[in-house]
């Protein structure tokens, strides 16, 4: 019985970790990206087509990384 209570108690301690890491990377993934519109938004641009510009740069930025991930 107390293997089971030790084997559940570290499932658990496991889990909670993985979660905390889990939210930890979620948010330093949204940090980046706010930073990135951040960017475009305090650049100003002088007409849409820069403004265009910048977040297909952006948006191609997202789609590179997506695929290094699923690569791995």
């Not at 559940?8 to 301690?13: L, M």
């Amino acid at each position: 019985m107390a293997s089971q209570d030790s084997s559940a108690a570290f499932v658990k301690e496991y889990q909670d970790r993985f979660e905390k890491k889990l939210k930890e990377n979620e948010i330093a993934l949204l940090e980046h990206w706010k930073g990135q519109l951040e960017k475009i938004e305090s650049s100003r641009p002088d007409s849409i087509a820069s403004l265009q510009l910048q977040i297909r740069k952006t948006t191609e930025m997202m789609a590179n990384r997506i695929k290094i991930l699923k690569k791995e």
